[in-house]
């Protein structure tokens, strides 16, 4: 017999009915050119330390005195070492390295760690979400609670994404507090994605969960650096889950080590060494180069649009702008009108669940001089 939550999935057409309508508009005009401001890729190429590293792990490859098999289930020590002093330390977080568990991205482990969560646990979710949250749960089974707060009654496993996708916002220290002290309160786990982390600058904005007091007693994060580097096709990312974190009476840390080492052998070698030298301190100014570039595009389109009177979040601490539709504007005829009237693509809100309804989200993964057309377009539109 099949999986038959599979039947409960919710149709996803969002991509794909904005692709549909993009190339009918092309086909209507093929005079124009449009403009993508929803992308949500990475555009700019790997830092030159990362190419370099994966080169050298390369040639490694092809000598039997270097040659590397299977790896550690749970990644290398290297590069679990240079997360452990990069990414922990420097923020008053001790983590250990059985803490850490290198995979092939945040999107897999996202779903993954349901394979040690029972089927019966109730799963909270911040609408507008990062689809995968949802379906990934709705394939288990997982009955689903659309929260835009912390909640008044229980909820088993929370997920948590900050800085936020589709939204760009991100949490004060007291905000996220709040959350850890409701899931130390009712002995829930929270899944917290901070595949964004490197785009945060406000100095008070928490980096990662561990920064609060009590995360380790009730919190998994995972990391990615898809966003970080340019890794989206590359394929890297890490799951902490602290040895303090007892959920349901167990030791979470020990059941994702049995999972992991059952049903995943490892990111790749050559990957791991282009992770470690993200690190470097070349690896380290190159990502920033490239996260600056994308921040500049981000606070370019968001001023812009907010000197013409649309109200805009985000795109301070995060690559996404979340516009608000004028009056009446639902997120659809926002996309349409930007479509038709500016030749340009967001992606409606409320492909994102229904509290994303009266929003379009902007991306600032493009390339600067498309970012700068596409300003100069809404201040045309807005000028008719
Ligand atoms: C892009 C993204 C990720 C990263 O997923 P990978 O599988 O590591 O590429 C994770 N979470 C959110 C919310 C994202 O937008």
């Known amino acids: 017999m099949i999986n038959k939550n599979y039947f409960n999935l919710q149709s996803s057409y969002l991509f794909s009915d904005i692709a549909k309508k993009v190339r009918a508009f092309k086909a209507e005009h093929p005079d124009k050119r449009v ?4 992308i949500g890729d990475v555009t700019q190429p790997l830092p030159q330390a990362c190419i370099e590293a994966m080169h050298r792990a390369v040639d490694e490859m092809a000598s039997s005195d270097t040659f590397r098999g299977y790896g550690p289930e749970q990644g290398y020590d290297f590069l679990r070492q240079a997360i452990a002093d990069n990414d922990y330390a ?3 977080v001790k983590i250990e390295l059985d803490e850490i568990f290198v995979s092939d991205g945040a999107k897999s482990d996202c779903g ?3 394979d040690i969560l029972s089927a019966d646990c109730s799963v909270g979710v911040i609408d507008p979400v990062y689809p ?4 990934s749960n709705v394939m288990a089974g997982r009955h689903i609670h659309l929260l835009t707060t912390v909640p008044q009654e229980h909820i088993d496993i929370i997920y948590l994404c900050y800085p936020n996708n589709p939204t760009g916002a991100v949490l004060t220290r007291q905000q996220l507090k709040a959350w850890v002290d409701y899931a130390l309160r009712e002995h829930s786990l929270i899944i917290y994605d901070s595949a964004y982390e490197a785009y945060i600058q406000h100095d008070d904005i928490p980096h990662t969960i561990f920064e609060v007091e009590g995360a380790k007693q009730c919190a998994i994060e995972l990391r990615s650096y898809s966003k970080t580097a340019g ?3 590359t394929r890297c ?3 902490v889950v602290p040895k303090e974190l007892v959920f349901d009476n167990t030791p979470l840390n020990q059941l994702w080590n049995r999972r992991q080492c059952t049903k995943f052998n490892g990111c790749s070698y050559i990957t791991q060494r282009g992770a470690e030298a993200i690190y470097s301190p070349e690896g380290k100014q190159q990502v920033k180069a490239t996260i600056t570039y994308y ?3 981000a606070r370019l389109i968001r001023e812009a649009l907010s000197q013409m009177g649309y109200e805009v ?3 301070e601490d995060a690559p996404y702008i979340w516009l608000k539709t004028p009056q009446g504007v639902t997120s659809w005829q926002m996309f349409d009108t930007l479509l038709h009237e500016a030749a340009l693509v967001t992606t409606p809100g409320v492909g994102f669940g229904p509290s994303g309804e009266g929003y379009v989200r902007l991306t600032a993964f493009g390339r600067r001089e498309d970012c700068l057309e596409a300003i100069e377009r809404c201040a045309q539109l807005k000028g008719e």
């Open 35 to 38: 403009i993508s401001l929803g």
């Open 90 to 92: 420097p923020r008053g």
């Open 112 to 114: 993954n760690i349901g």
């Open 132 to 135: 995968v949250y949802v379906d």
């Open 231 to 233: 890794f989206t096709g």
């Open 237 to 239: 990312g890490y799951t």
């Open 295 to 297: 921040m500049e595009n």
């Open 313 to 315: 979040s985000g795109g």
